[in-house]
């Protein structure tokens, strides 16, 4: 009895040609804009900051209590930034 092996050779490719297209590339890009300027998390920067550790706990305290709350962990990035925008408030 003699098997074939299969060989990349005898396989079908799977990059296979569709006449589908790419959404992102079919619209125009003033409309994409407008699309992500409707979402939070496409307008956010990545930005590093060093903290104290106790900061830190303050964060994650905050964030176990939201979830304690309303059953939803937030993420830390929208913590921290509710506090800047009540500082900013406050100092305005």
Avoid at 37 to 64: C, W
Wanted: aromatic letters at 6%; a positive charge; proline letters at 4%.
């Amino acid at each position: 009895m003699e098997s074939k092996e299969r060989t990349l050779g005898t396989r079908g490719s799977i990059f296979r040609k569709t006449d589908k297209g790419i959404p992102e590339l079919e619209q125009p890009a003033e409309e994409m804009k407008r699309r992500e300027q409707g979402t939070s998390k496409h307008n956010r920067i990545k930005a590093t900051f060093y903290l104290n550790p106790e900061d830190v706990l303050a964060i994650d305290e905050m964030q176990s209590n939201e979830f304690r709350r309303i059953g939803k962990k937030p993420e830390r990035s929208e913590l921290v930034s509710r506090a800047i925008q009540a500082f900013k408030e406050q100092h305005s």
